[in-house]
């Protein structure tokens, strides 16, 4: 039986041990992940939901701190020192946030700044755990084992908005922190077993590798030299704006809906369990299938056609029933579909590019539309626009970016088809 498992997961002699290892340190990781991010939606709704735009943009400024001096750490130390630091001070702030919740201090700016340290927490840490995959296996092991620890991942996603979805009401929201950090502290035990074995040892006492993403602001300048890249910047933003015009509505609904906490932070951890649940069938399922059925552009575009659908839905009908059934397909769309297909987009660009351009999109670019956008929902609001004219607002502007994804698309192809036919052309000059 062990043979066969072994064949059938494609293991080496001696990787059992630290893929067993990373897919629980994945597992854990996200879940210590998805059991905190119902309690910062809630804490959205604490700090006050006429806030959020101020809480984007502090969000937006402190991941533009901490990520390039999370790279030069990345860089500068050894993996295992770094998960240590990392994932303790994670710990102390979770520990720390408890403390000052169950102590009532200052509720609304320590709602605020739970939610913003979340927020960039989840960014990091992820991160860090990838790089330590990266040192641990080789990049032919890789070919062969992510997928496996991925799943690790995906198990995590389910089983921490299910922990709170099924305690929140019974412990209360501020206790589940106890949950994550409980959650935190084993996924810290499955990284340091993982860079202590066998694997991972050679990577133990040395700084991690150079990442070839490069820093954020290198990125910038290889974006706005490319009229593709800067297309992709713009979809990507389109993305970020209706996502947040989206997580607005999505807390006055709530907060309309709800005077408790805890039941509050149950519906946003039922939301996350529906939205992994379906995520993993539709990864599983559909949608290698559906890309190379549609095709990239409609591909691209599928989902931005179904978000304008849902806020022309919830223009008519600003219900929390409309709400969540929209939230949870758009969630779930964006990560079977959207962004497998979107990652494609990188798949015809200079090798230089694709790492840092990339980066520069990932994160600047994202965030500063989360925050400008937070922004411009909150002026629509002050202009007397209520949550129904603000989703109908938003309804053709999702069109305008299911135009331009289906644009983005069809020049990913037609890029394609050009690389081939240069490849074919070198080939032949070669049989001469």
Known sequence: ???????????????????????????????????????????????????????????????????????????????????????????????????????????????????????????????????????????????????????????????????????????????????????????????????????????RARPGRAERTGSIWAGAVHVFRSPYLLAICV?????????????????????????????????FAGMDLATNTLTLGLQFFATARLVAWLGLPIALAMIPVAVAAGFGALGLAPTLVVLVVFQVVRRAGNYALTKPAREMLFGVVPREDKYKAKNFIDTVVYRFGDAVSGWVYTGLGVLGLGLAGLALVAAPLALAWAALGFMLGQTRERRARADTAGDTTIEQERAR
């Not at 309690?39 to 502090?58: H, K, N, P, S, Y």
């Not at 295992?80 to 169950?102: D, K, P, W």
């Not at 389109?238 to 805890?262: G, K, N, P, R």
């Open 235 to 267: 979809f990507i933003m389109a993305y970020a704006s209706l996502s947040t015009f989206l997580y607005f509505e999505q807390a006055h609904i709530v907060a309309a809906a709800f005077d408790d906490s805890a039941t509050r932070t149950r519906v």
């Open 1 to 203: 039986m062990p043979s066969r498992l072994y064949r059938w997961l494609r293991l080496a002699p001696g990787e059992a041990g630290p893929v067993v290892g990373s897919f629980f340190y994945f597992f854990f990781l996200l879940a210590g992940y998805f059991v905190l991010r119902p309690v910062r939606d809630e804490m959205g709704i604490q700090g006050g939901v006429d806030q959020l735009a101020w809480v984007f943009t502090a969000t937006f400024v402190t991941m533009l701190a901490i990520v390039p001096a999370f790279g030069w750490a990345v860089r500068r130390f050894a993996r295992r020192a770094l998960v240590m630091v990392c994932y303790g001070a994670s710990i102390g702030v979770i520990a720390l946030f408890f403390v000052l919740m169950q102590a009532d201090v200052a509720p609304a700016w320590t709602a605020r700044a739970f939610f913003v340290w979340t927020s960039v927490f989840n960014l990091f840490v992820i991160s860090l755990f990838w790089s330590v995959m990266n040192d641990v296996f080789d990049k032919h092991q890789s070919l062969r084992l992510f997928g496996v620890i991925s799943a690790g991942g995906s198990a995590g996603a389910i089983v921490g908005p299910a922990l709170t979805a099924a305690l929140a009401e019974r412990l209360g929201t501020v206790d589940l922190l106890l949950i994550s950090i409980g959650l935190l502290i084993a996924a810290t035990g499955c990284a340091l077993a993982v860079m202590s074995s066998a694997a991972g040892s050679a990577s």
